[in-house]
């Protein structure tokens, strides 16, 4: 199975908040798992990204979950800002150069 | 460091019609990718070169479309004759090599329009 499941499709949070994106997986080969923020207009730039031999990691207020048992991995937006609101996509794929497969997208929108 | 282009931003085209997207890699990336998402979908992937070569072209949705890679270089996608449900935007994405090879640099996309 090559299938990547995100929710929610959309999130609507208030300044300040912890908005959670969530996604599953199902191919155990999947090594690598990133997460790609995408402005309108722009393409996606890849934000933060963990290998399954963790189970967190953080880069200043993003920070991914990963339950390599569950097979399930989330991003975690601390303090978010009007200026995060973006659409986001977890992906997943083989080390080394190998296909992404993307989830389906969450538009994020964070209120003032 | 200039980053992954792509040309045009956008085509409107009629059934039926050719279109070619094209794509500049990075300088230096060997690894390049096309995507494409179709209205609010995932993105999913269509082919993948190293250099000038197909490694995994398992995305490629039939045969009116056709990618080269001519010299390792800049990437063309045809698509012909297009249809109606071709429509969607179409991502390049490129990367180099050995460690650097799972970090994927996408361009701004090409948005289709086939009517």
């Known amino acids: 199975q090559q299938q990547v499941k995100q929710s929610p499709q959309s999130l609507i949070v208030q300044k300040g908040g912890i908005p959670i994106i969530n996604c599953a997986y199902e191919?155990?080969?999947?090594?690598?798992f990133p997460w790609y923020q995408q402005f309108p207009g722009k393409g996606p730039a890849l934000l933060i990204a963990i290998r399954p031999d963790v189970s967190e990691k953080k880069e200043g207020r993003f920070t991914i979950s990963f339950n390599k048992s569950a097979k399930q991995f989330s991003l975690h937006i601390m303090d978010s800002q009007p200026g995060d609101s973006a659409t986001y996509f977890c992906a997943a794929s083989k080390m080394g150069g190998g296909k992404l497969i993307f989830g389906q997208g969450t538009e994020l929108s964070v209120k003032p | 460091e200039a980053g992954v282009t792509q040309f045009p931003s956008h085509s409107v085209i009629e059934k039926g019609q050719t279109v070619t997207l094209r794509c500049d890699p990075i300088s230096g990336h060997d690894n390049l990718y096309w995507y494409r998402r179709v209205m609010g979908k995932e993105i999913k992937f269509l082919l993948h070169?190293?250099?000038?070569?197909?490694?995994?072209e398992s995305g490629m949705p039939n045969n009116r479309f056709l990618a080269e890679r001519t010299g390792g270089t800049y990437s063309t996608l045809k698509v012909q004759p297009a249809e109606l449900e071709d429509s969607g935007v179409y991502f390049c994405a490129t990367s180099g090599l050995a460690g650097g090879a799972d970090t994927q640099y996408f361009g701004p996309g090409t948005r289709l329009t086939v009517l």
């Open positions: 191919n155990t080969a999947f090594d690598y």
């Open positions: 070169f190293v250099k000038e070569s197909k490694q995994d």
